[in-house]
């Protein structure tokens, strides 16, 4: 089955520490999304590629870096300059051309001790 | 620039009763409108979407929303409710001349179905 499989699940981080989330799809998607949940505030846009080498910043990228060397595979490095690091990552990937019709992995938790 | 409100953040209805999750939006250029359900732990799955023609749209799970562009609104409805449409909802909108980048998710809806 095509999908996106993001890893780890839950993850827990001491502050200072950099952190990295896997996102990787098998649906052929040109176009990538990282996605921050926090309670009450719907989902922000971190990162977005539509190509591989090749990304821009979201809405709320400070504290965040990303690669895209493969067109399957889109990591999230959550950095120790992320001031708030603690919610729920969730990575997307679209078509290119089909606006709104995003697919989603499962999510990743993440927790700052 | 464009925006999203959900009204309410927390809707109980009984098992078998309508469904109705309100959504207002403000765009500056015809929108392209979106509703998402999430469980819990999971990500978002696409429900339904509005782009051009029939104001009317079907999605999946016996949803539906209206596109009424003289109230700004894209309201969710189910004729009836069934234990497993509890779930967090998210209205979306995108402006129809950009991708994806200008995407906005409302701020959800968590739906409680009433045995």
């Known amino acids: 089955d095509g999908g996106i499989t993001q890893s780890p699940k839950y993850l827990f981080r001491k502050e200072g520490q950099n952190v990295t989330l896997s996102c990787e799809q098998n649906l052929n998607h040109d176009a990538m999304y990282w996605y921050r949940q926090d309670p009450g505030q719907g989902l922000r846009l971190i990162y977005y590629?539509?190509?591989?080498?090749?990304?821009q910043k979201g809405d709320i990228a400070e504290g965040y870096s990303v690669s895209r060397e493969k067109k399957e595979s889109f990591p999230l490095t959550v950095t120790s300059a992320q001031k708030n690091p603690t919610a729920f990552y969730l990575c997307a990937s679209s078509i290119q051309g089909r606006t709104g019709e995003l697919f989603f992995g499962e999510g990743s938790r993440l927790t700052v001790l | 620039a464009q925006s999203v409100t959900q009204l309410g953040s927390h809707v109980s209805v009984s098992e078998g009763a309508l469904v109705l999750l309100r959504c207002n939006y403000s765009s500056s250029v015809p929108p392209y409108l979106f509703w998402y359900v999430q469980y819990p732990n999971q990500g978002l799955q696409l429900l339904l979407k509005?782009?051009?023609?029939?104001?009317l749209v079907k999605g999946i799970n016996g949803f539906e929303a209206e596109f009424k562009k003289s109230e700004t609104s894209f309201h969710l409805t189910k004729p009836s409710a069934h234990m497993s449409d509890a779930a967090e909802y998210f209205c979306a909108v995108s402006p129809s001349n950009f991708g994806n980048e200008k995407l906005t998710f409302g701020t959800g809806t968590r739906l409680t179905i009433i045995p």
């Open positions: 590629s539509q190509i591989v080498n090749d990304f």
């Open positions: 509005y782009t051009t023609g029939a104001t």
